[in-house]
């Protein structure tokens, strides 16, 4: 327990509250704490809201041009969609625990909410849930890999620090999901698609120098043979762009087998731009070891900086 909610529990006179309160059903807590921020904005005013506003980091607009931004947002679903790859606009909420529960990310870093959500922090964990959500309830096969991309403006409780950070930032993301077909084809198959994706964006709207870095991470029992196979189809498909290998923290529990960086140079300056690698989400979700997911994403706010229109 940490040492402010220990005070506060103490302050309170009940250092077994929060153990009685999480005995309660989802429905009894939702309803107690509905009730609470009702009796919480009863006594703001107007000026009051004003106040908050003007001292919550998570409220305040972005310094990001909107019309640029969105013409960004409709030129990368546009190139997904040409791809065959299908594109969906998200809620801004997702269900509560959509990133923790995967062992993400730690639930004090999303802003959670009430009736069973949280504010949207990962399109690509909403994706593959969407598509979990599919696969169990038959409406969809992954037989033949099936690709989905979305664009979000998301939230991050965690304070970012540097220039072109905020609380909220918009990033684009694909998931893809298929079923072992044995040799690493599924895999091969899935990246492939992804490479294509990012190679071909870049051929369309940028004129930067491009690099690439090969992180190599657990949860493959072949671990060097896989990353071997999967580095192999990133040169050929990219042969004039630097290459470059990272052997360090490969018990990173996020990714499996592989995790790849994209960056761009931009005035001397190298900016990650993109981000991805395999993860475990649908075997968890679907309980089958078959399963292989791939996931990738774009942070839209710093590709701007790069974008030619």
Known sequence: MSVILNRILNQIGDPELLDKLLSLS?????????????????????????????SNRFSTASD??????????????????????????????????????????????????????????DPSNMLAIIIADKLKSKAATNILPLHYAATA???????FSGRGFSAHFGLFCMVSSGKDS?????????LTK??????????????AKLSIVMRKRGGYTDGGGFFTRMTEVVQTMFPDTPLTFDYENEDNKYYQGINFKIYMEHEHEKIEIGDGGFVDWMNQMLGSKKERCLISGIGLDRLLMLHKG
Request: net charge negative.
């Open 26 to 54: 989802n429905a009894d807590l939702n309803s107690l704490l509905l009730e609470l921020f009702d009796k919480q904005t009863e006594k703001s005013t107007p000026a009051d809201v004003l106040k908050t506003f003007q």
């Open 64 to 121: 990001v041009n909107a019309a640029r931004f969105h013409i960004l947002e409709s030129q990368l679903l546009k190139t997904a969609e040409e791809m065959d790859i299908e594109t969906l606009l998200l809620s801004p909420s997702a269900p509560l625990g959509s990133c923790s529960v995967f062992g993400c990310v730690n639930q004090y870093n999303v802003v959670s909410s009430v009736r069973g959500t949280e504010t949207l922090s």
């Open 153 to 159: 403006r998301v939230v991050r409780a965690q304070a």
């Open 182 to 190: 044995g040799s690493y084809n599924c895999e091969i198959e899935l």
């Open 194 to 207: 992804h490479f294509l994706f990012y190679k071909e964006l870049i051929r369309e709207h940028y004129n």
